[in-house]
């Protein structure tokens, strides 16, 4: 096994393609986010990860700083060796987020390098659409967000975040971003937003292409009256023509988003998770 460091995201997605067509769920993110820097959307720092055994491909991950480390399905060897790469490259690396067994595999490697005391933040379902189920007639109408309702969107995202309780990172660069890529919808009655739903940038592999519903979002006083419902389900109606697959993530900890997506046609692929680490305090003097 080996570990390369890419440093173009266009060599990255070249090289990463045809590992990517075979797990399209679970390499989405890594996908849509190289895309969104293809594209010229900006971080902090950038680390593009290819694992290979031999000359084949047999894993990938990608950190945007200050984001996570995101890693795909990968050996238990690859991915100890990505570890004890990645915390040698990378010393600012918040966490590690992806399917469980590796993610831990990644800690492992790392712990032979740094002592870290990684915790588990979240767990994610990952969902498929199976059968859409259209929603009964939910009062109220979509839109496509425009550059007038940035303020308002940022203010939504920062809330959606604290509910969650994740970090707040990057929301005034990323909404600007994804509003000027008609890519955030809004559900309103009597013209007054009430929700919002959004998708990542398409995936198109060989394979099909992939679309990613998120985030979705209903302040607190308009929740219980379905308008997350009705404003995934617009999203799902648009990318559907377009799409072989549509997915999305959702809180294992959340049981009404579950149950929306449920009704809505979606189905349990796997779970992954979100993790941060903080230093070991029995290493430090």
Partial sequence: MRIERIRDVDEFLLISSDFRSRHSLLT?????VALSVAGGRTY?????WVIRDGADVVGVALRTAPWNLVVSPMPYEAAELLGATVVAADPDLPGVNGPRQEVEAVYRGMQRLRKLQPSVHMTDVLYELAEY???PQIRGSARCATESDIPLLIAWHIQFALDADVPVRDVERFVPVRVAAAGLWLWEVEGEPRAMAGHA??????TGTVGRIGPVYTPAEYRGRKYATAVTA???EILEPVCSTIMLY???ANPAS???YRRLGFQQVTEVIETYLMPNPASQD
């Fill in 201 to 206: 940038d398409l995936v198109v592999a060989p």
């Fill in 28 to 32: 989405n993110i890594v996908a849509s």
């Fill in 234 to 236: 617009h999203i799902i």
């Fill in 250 to 252: 959702a809180d294992v």
């Fill in 133 to 135: 189920v259209p929603p």
């Fill in 44 to 48: 902090d720092a950038y680390f593009y």
């Fill in 258 to 260: 579950n149950a929306v």
